[in-house]
């Protein structure tokens, strides 16, 4: 498969073709057909021009008798089949996975700013719903996909139509909200090219990042429920520890004394990035000289990711989709449902490994990116974490984020668990027997989220972005997913203008299906 500017990448990579066609061609925007239409002024060549493309993105028309006129809807630009898949990314056996269109990760959504997008989504599962959330996107709150809040489940073995207009760019994912076919390969990439994109690259690429289970997922809950001292397939009690403050993501606050972080409760099998082990990673060639955009995304269920290059620096430019004033790092710790794009360019001849590590050490997911002379070999050594990590507090918004005025509405909510009965809590009540937290259309909502817990939490707004108080005044940044460390205190605001049922939740699958989560609901 070729990235999106003619780059030889590893099979099955995520990325596409700069200049060439889509699988399904997109429709015209009403933007660019009300320009063709104007400039059909000037001459009749043009205005046939501009009839013929109208003739494009209109519904089509079926002639049943003479003078009959039948429209149609629009034509899907994207089928997704939901089904069952038996899924082995490391060779050691096949195990049941939910996946779209057959295939891990999921098939890449890749669209310019503006359009209107359409996505017929089939389930062809015989014995359960599924659900696609759009993470990151801001889109009317029917089609986010999270049942019993904003949007239906699809029943087993019918279709339901997604369909929104697509209001921003940068890189995003999408993944089932339906119990934890997430974990089992239901997900898949989603870039939206800026209609002005001020990046000049050689090549444009996916990097997605994942963790993998031989044992159901669903059996690894049980056996968290049931506690350290029973469980098997966790860490629970056996936790491995480190400094919390470890890659560099302070957000501000002190931790307690000495006091040691709970890493992961999770044991996993292996690491994957664009679904592949480090045994047969994936790569990317590129010329000595090539500059590479990584659109980085950890898709992972419960991972924290450490990413480096070997002897390359990351330049970050985007923090999930949004772009920031560019801060060059060695490497940075991302949270699951994060995505940044960093730019790299390659130095010279030669084999040059991206390591994901796992917070807790436990593994590593591989990509390589390497010159046409050189083969690709995969550095399988755990890389130091030396240098300068990428920091909360480093990043600023490329332009002013600053909130327009409306009545202050302040939320104080406590993060807390019971690893013995394994429930997590939001404001001290359990999804979804908790509260809704009722806001009205122009609030500025303010949130303190005072994590009392041992773990870290990347906690998620849908259909939102919120300001990240971090110290950068008013070029804050804009993010949909933020990490609160344990024993610390993290502020975001966002204005409500999304009206809706909105989920807001840990993004930790397993600390989601225990309760982690709250509903924000617009008063009328």
Known sequence: MMDRTGGATGHDSPSRHAMGERSVPLSMSRRGLLRTALAGLAGGGALASAHAARAQS??????????????????????????????????????????????????????????????????????????????????PAAMDGVPDVSGPTIAPRRIFVYEYPVRQSGTYWYHSHWQLQEQIGLAGPFVIEAKDEPLRVDHDVVVMLGDWLYTSPYAVLESLRKGPAKAAGMKGGEMKSGDATSGGMKTGGAMAGDMKADLADVTYDAFLLNGRSPQNPWTLGARAGARIRLRIINAGASTYFRLRLDGHPLTITHADGLAIEPVTVDHLLMGMAETYDALVTLSGSGSYTLHAVAMDGSGQAVGVLHTPDVVPRPNL???????????????????????????????????????????????????????????????????????????????????????????????????HTVNVPPRETVRIEFTADNPGRWIFHCHNLYHLDAGMARVFEYEA
């Open 381 to 479: 050594a755990m890389p130091p974490l030396e240098g300068r990590a990428l920091d909360y507090r480093d990043l600023r918004s490329a332009a002013p984020t600053t909130l327009p005025g409306g009545p202050v509405r302040p939320f104080t909510l406590a993060l807390g668990g019971d690893m013995a009965r394994y429930v997590w809590t939001v404001g001290g009540q359990e999804y979804p027997k908790a509260d809704p937290l009722v806001i009205r259309q122009g609030d500025r909502v303010q949130i303190e989220m005072q994590n009392q817990t041992t773990m870290w939490h990347p906690m998620h707004l849908h259909g939102h972005f919120f300001r990240v108080l971090q110290g950068a005044g008013e070029r804050a940044p804009l993010k």
């Open 58 to 139: 209109q519904p089509a028309a079926i002639s049943t008798t003479a003078g009959a006129y039948v429209p149609r809807p629009p034509a899907a630009q994207y089928r997704f089949r939901v089904g069952a898949t038996r899924l082995d990314p490391t060779g050691r056996k096949p195990v049941p996975g939910i996946t779209v269109n057959g295939q891990y990760p999921g098939p890449e959504i890749r669209v310019r700013e503006g359009t209107m997008l359409r996505v017929e989504a089939e389930n062809t599962l015989a014995d359960q719903p599924t659900a696609i959330h759009w993470h990151g996107l801001l889109l």
